[in-house]
Each structure stands twice: as C-alpha cells, then as structure tokens.
C-alpha cells in the first residue's frame, strides 16, 4: 500500500441552488475525485436528497475500490443551520427546511456527517486551503445567484447568536431601493448579484439571449461595450461600497471575494477595490488585502471536508489555531 492510502479522507458535498458538487479530499487538502450533478428547478426536497445520494454513493465506491479510508461526509447546504439540522431560509429550494440532514444521511451511510451554511463551507475552504492560509480575521463574500458571506473573527467562523446572522448580502446599501428576495429592501444582494449584472445587462443593451451570464459580459467589458462597461460598473460600485462597510466594522486582513465572476481577472477586484478603498476608514482598512478566491467553485467541497476533518478530532469549534 502506498503511503497516501494511509492519508484519511472526506467525501466534501456543496449544494448549490443548481446543482450538487463532490470532492473526495485527502486531510492534506489534495482531492482524488470530483462529480458535479445539476438539479433542475423543479426539483422538490425528494429529489434534492436523492442526488445528493447518488453522488455520496459513487464517491464512496470510488474509494473503496482505492482503499481509501473515508473518516466522513461534509455537506455545505444553502439556509440557516444548526445542529445539522436545516431550519430554512434556503430560498431557492424547494421545501429546504425543518430538515435533519445530517441524520438522514448518517443513517444511510453509517457515517460521521457534519453540515453548515455552503457560505461559510467557502470561507472555511479558502482558509485553509485557499486564499486567506495563514490569516485570522477574513471576510469571504461568494457573489452569484444571489450574495453569501463568511465572517472569520480570530481563525472561527462566527454567525450570530444560533447561527442566525453573517447575512453579509443583506446589509442595506439603498434604503428605499428595490425589493430582496429576503423580503427587506434595498440590499447589496438586489444590487451586486451576479444575476442583477445579468439582469441589468439586458436590460441596457436589450438583448436577452438565455446565454447570457457574467463571464459572457466581462468578455464583452473586454471588447469596450458600452452595456457591459456600464453594468459592470454599477455592480463593482455596489460591492466596494459593501465590502468598504465590512471593513469599517471588521477590519479584516483579507476580504476575499468568491464566485463564478470572481474569475473575471485583475481588473474586476481592482474596480472593487477602488471603490472600497475610497469609501472606507482608511484606519480600519489600514491592514485589508481584496483578493479573488483561489480555490473557484471547489472551496465549498473542500470546507465541507475541512469540518469533517476538524471534528473528526473531537473538535466542536473548527479553528486555525486548534
Ligand atoms: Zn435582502
């Protein structure tokens, strides 16, 4: 047996609102196997659960079949979780509440299953293995369908009294702005997705093509148009005014910004950056690097594992400094 078989692994779920995501990872962050499956709209909490199976299944033959020791499952799921328990607030799945995904799948697998909010699994992700290695106090914002955000305060992730807050996508940035799929008003989430930069690019350049998307519309800010350079720069002038709030209040080492358009390039974290470093106390913001994530769309995978591998040592609270 080679020496990597005696390396313990973790089997890393994300549940996006689209799709699931798989990573089998070795403790020392390197991944042996990944599977991405979509799940259609229409999907109900049944169908949800049974991909999400499927997937942790064939990971788990996988293994076996290399010898790999799994020492348990990490699942990322969007909503407010506590106890392994989904209490709700995924809005973008269907019946995603009141739900004990960890039991579930501990009972079907016999295995150690640990959940939290997919947010923070990308802020654990980038931790430990990604963009803020080596820092203690980050915020991690993932910008797509909607805004989520991880607050890392002295290397722990922290959400609020019963896990309930580090709503970073919902700071009010209009206040008698346009509706938020959380039912407030005005939020950076209706502002700054990348959905609204879609939206809003539509909308200017009246094109509505279903192909779309936010690396579609860098191209495009590439090329100079108009419409692209417009809308880019009202969603890159909404997250630094958001991300130069974060700042004053937490004055992080690192602010790191994730999602499918943090891959734009240089230029898209320089845009924010400008407009967060202008508007920010300069004294808060006086020791805080923006950076893109480095891991793109495996981080939450990777965190998910990361928790197993912390509680896999008995401990409750995952740190740096443990
Ligand atoms: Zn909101």
Redesign the pocket.
């Known amino acids: 047996m080679s020496l990597i078989e005696n390396f313990k692994y973790a089997i890393g779920i994300d549940l996006g609102g689209t799709y699931v995501k798989s990573a089998l990872v070795c403790e020392t962050g390197a991944i042996r196997f990944t599977h991405i499956v979509p799940i259609g709209i229409e999907a109900t909490r049944d169908t949800i659960l049974d991909t999400i199976e499927q997937i942790i299944q064939t990971t788990l033959y996988e293994s076996f079949e290399k010898k790999l020791e799994i020492v348990g499952i990490g699942i990322g799921s969007p909503g407010i979780i506590l106890d392994g328990v989904v209490i709700g607030a995924a809005d973008n799945l269907e019946g995603w509440e009141q739900l004990d995904l960890s039991g579930y799948f501990s009972e079907r697998f016999k295995l150690p299953v640990s959940i939290d909010n997919d947010a923070n699994l990308m802020g654990y992700g980038e931790l430990h293995y990604g963009a803020a290695r080596g820092c203690s106090d980050v915020i991690c914002l993932t910008i797509g369908t909607g805004i989520g955000g991880a607050i890392i305060i002295n290397g722990s992730i922290y959400s609020g009294y019963k896990n309930r807050g580090a709503?970073l996508?919902?700071i009010v940035v209009e206040h008698k702005g346009i509706d938020?799929?959380?039912?407030?008003?005005g939020?950076?989430?209706?502002y700054a997705s990348t959905s609204v930069l879609v939206k809003r690019y539509k909308e200017l350049s009246g094109n509505y093509k279903d192909n779309i998307d936010g690396l579609y519309i860098v191209k495009k800010f590439k090329k100079n148009d108009p419409f692209a350079i417009q809308s880019i720069q009202e969603h890159t002038e909404y997250l630094g005014h958001g991300i130069a709030s974060f700042i004053n209040i937490f004055a992080p080492q690192k602010i790191v910004i994730g999602g499918g358009i943090s891959d734009a390039g240089q230029f898209y974290i320089d845009m924010i950056k400008k407009v967060a470093y202008k508007n920010m106390m300069p004294d808060c913001g006086e020791h805080t690097e923006i950076v893109a994530a480095q891991l793109g769309n495996i981080a939450g995978s990777l965190g998910a594992a990361a928790i197993v591998f912390g509680k896999a040592d008995g401990n409750h609270r995952f740190s740096i400094f443990q």
């Open positions: 709503e996508g919902h938020c799929n959380c039912g407030g008003r939020c950076l989430e209706a």
